[in-house]
């Protein structure tokens, strides 16, 4: 079952612009995480928000949750062509018992120098 | 270095063979994971184990097996049984529940003919 969706599917922007993409989810949620993927790679972790958190930064990340609109943005600022990557939320759903994460589709970003 | 080692990085195989990835971690995490990811879309979970010894299917268990007889080691094996076998393979360990931050192995991209 996929419960994170991102948007926009793809995003193409130039070197310094600021880059977001968003995640909407259906269930409630204990925590919900964003991941990086360059291609043909492994998923890394960037930053995880907790539902009792409404804002979180690292370096040029900044993520957002709105646990009302069931969303989380996640803001790239001054991008740089190294930031070029596919981005994935996870969502770990609020249940009784060992829970997992749950990925979107992802946001592929592409930025030009 | 500290990580998550995944053997080969390209695996080709014979239809009706079954075929094992490799998935060794020396982080000293309880939990390890196995993903599929197919082109354009997110990661979907076969099996997990949050223990030596125990293990758990994930969404999408059919035609794939695994085993967990040392905490540093997670292999996953593709049967005949698995349909369409060809994709990317991740695996992920944690050191908490899966809701925690997961770190990822690099992947096999595992091609069917």
């Known amino acids: 079952s996929q419960q994170g969706e991102e948007d926009p599917q793809a995003l193409s922007i130039q070197e310094g612009e600021n880059a977001t993409m968003n995640c909407s989810y259906k269930?409630?949620?204990?925590?919900l995480q964003w991941y990086r993927q360059n291609s043909g790679r492994g998923l890394v972790h960037l930053i995880l928000?907790?539902?009792?958190?409404r804002e979180k930064h690292s370096g040029r990340l900044r993520v957002t949750l709105d646990t009302s609109k069931k969303s989380s943005s996640l803001l790239i600022t001054a991008s740089r062509a190294a930031d070029t990557a596919s981005y994935f939320c996870?969502?770990?759903?609020?249940?009784?018992?060992?829970?997992?994460?749950?990925f979107g589709a992802g946001t592929r970003l592409a930025v030009h120098p | 270095d500290g990580g998550i080692t995944q053997s080969p990085k390209y695996l080709f195989r014979k239809e009706g063979q079954n075929v094992t990835l490799s998935c060794e971690q020396n982080?000293?995490?309880?939990?390890m994971y196995w993903y599929r990811q197919d082109p354009g879309q997110g990661l979907r979970l076969i099996y997990y184990?949050?223990?030596?010894?125990?293990?758990q299917k994930g969404d999408i268990a059919e035609g794939y097996s695994v085993s967990r007889e040392k905490k540093e080691s997670f292999p996953l094996t593709v049967t005949s049984a698995q349909k369409n076998p060809t994709a990317f393979y991740l695996c992920?360990?944690?050191?908490?529940?899966?809701?925690?931050?997961?770190?990822f192995g690099p992947g096999t991209r595992l091609t069917v003919t």
């Open positions: 992920a360990s944690s050191a908490g529940t899966g809701q925690s931050e997961q770190y």
């Open positions: 269930t409630s949620i204990n925590n």
């Open positions: 928000i907790r539902s009792n958190e």
């Open positions: 996870a969502t770990a759903p609020f249940s009784g018992g060992y829970n997992k994460l749950i």
């Open positions: 982080l000293n995490h309880d939990a």
């Open positions: 184990s949050q223990i030596v010894n125990d293990f």
